[in-house]
């Protein structure tokens, strides 16, 4: 069985940073983009970052482009979100997302495109 689990949430306060961490078991994620998604509360789930399979390519968001780096260790099968300056709208339940039926495909920036998720971890900014 296919799982992701996020961890590395928290409570910081604005201008801080925090370090996610999305651990996947059950297949071989090396040949697979990951990314990560948030939802606010009230809001619907928005793109955050995808990393390609190899790690070399990346794309974000505008709201979190130049703050925000995803990355993967793929002999841990693990992808990391690092998040620096941190700002009170950052506030959210982080997701991470793969499509496991999806080897080697593009980057995509929709949640329809990927069909495993984790549980999602909670980010909290304070002013």
């Known amino acids: 069985q296919v799982q992701l689990i996020e961890s590395g949430g928290g409570v910081v306060q604005a201008g801080g940073s925090l370090k996610l961490s999305c651990r996947a078991s059950?297949?071989?994620?090396?040949?697979?983009?990951m990314a990560w998604f948030r939802q606010a509360p009230g809001k619907e789930r928005e793109f955050v970052a995808v990393i390609n399979w190899s790690g070399s390519t990346t794309f974000y968001s505008d709201s979190v482009k130049g703050r925000f780096t995803i990355s993967r260790a793929d002999a841990k099968n693990t992808v990391f979100l690092q998040m620096n300056s941190l700002r009170v709208e950052d506030t959210a339940v982080y997701f991470c997302?793969?499509?496991?039926?999806?080897?080697?495909?593009?980057?995509?920036?929709?949640?329809?495109?990927?069909?495993?998720w984790g549980q999602g971890t909670q980010v909290t900014v304070s002013s």
């Open positions: 059950g297949r071989t994620f090396n040949n697979l983009a």
């Open positions: 997302a793969v499509d496991v039926t999806s080897a080697y495909s593009e980057l995509r920036l929709t949640s329809s495109g990927y069909d495993t």
